[in-house]
């Protein structure tokens, strides 16, 4: 059962490049997310998917963008690489999709990009 | 004040021991509460949830304070395996969607 698979698992772009970082989950989920990780500063929401069709806007989305291409992939897309987005970032999923308690994230095992 | 607010640590301790983790929130419209651990260069993975009235779960137990606003993570007899990064997580709803929020962690280094 591979849970949430992302790709690829390293990147190194240069300034001003552009590239798409993957994500799939073969848990019949409906929510996915896009997090960033970076030293000291905890886990920061992205953009999310409540269901296939919908995106939305989280705590850091600038320069960024997403697509729910159906209930199992959910992309993340940097246009223009700048430094600012050298991070680790981590897709997740989660069955919910309204208000509910105790519902678990499954995570993937992270991409590491640097940007130069 | 930070939404969620971790002691960052690093937190040392010898095999056996017992270590506690608090972890502060601001926001008292906060509705559901979680420790995730995270092993170094590894996804955050699930522990626990934090019930109202305190759960348990082997050596791990974990506390929440609604008046005060504050979470607590006990590990009785540690192992080496715990050593990781613990991670203090908080739903709250906002103007009808609703918000994940990730403390920044606290490390836990457990030694032979």
């Known amino acids: 059962n591979a849970g949430v698979t992302q790709t690829p698992k390293f990147q190194v772009l240069k300034t001003g490049q552009s590239m798409t970082l993957q994500c799939a989950q073969d848990?019949?989920?409906?929510?996915m997310y896009w997090y960033r990780q970076d030293p000291g500063m905890g886990l920061r929401l992205i953009y999310y998917?409540?269901?296939?069709?919908?995106?939305d806007k989280g705590e850091v989305p600038n320069g960024y963008n997403v697509s729910r291409l159906n209930k199992r992939e959910f992309s993340l897309r940097l246009e223009s690489a700048a430094p600012s987005q050298t991070s680790v970032y981590f897709c997740?999923?989660?069955?919910?999709?309204?208000?509910?308690?105790?519902?678990?994230?499954?995570f993937g095992s992270g991409t590491q990009l640097s940007v130069l | 004040r930070k939404e969620v607010e971790q002691d960052p640590g690093p937190f040392n301790v010898p095999e056996g021991a017992t270590v506690a983790f608090n972890c502060t929130y601001s926001n008292s419209a906060s509705q559901s509460f979680f420790w995730y651990r995270q092993d170094c260069r590894k996804e955050p993975k699930l522990l626990m949830s934090v019930y109202s009235s305190g759960n348990e779960d082997g050596r791990f137990t974990a506390q929440l304070n609604r008046a005060s606003q504050y979470i607590s993570l006990l590990i009785r007899d540690s192992k080496l395996s715990d050593s990781a990064t613990y991670l203090c997580?908080?739903?709250?709803?906002?103007?009808?969607?609703?918000?994940?929020?990730f403390g920044k962690g606290t490390k836990l280094t457990v030694n032979p």
């Open positions: 997580v908080v739903r709250k709803a906002q103007g009808g969607s609703e918000k994940l929020v």
């Open positions: 848990m019949n989920h409906n929510s």
């Open positions: 998917s409540a269901s296939e069709g919908t995106t």
């Open positions: 997740a999923s989660s069955s919910r999709t309204g208000l509910a308690t105790n519902e678990k994230l499954f």
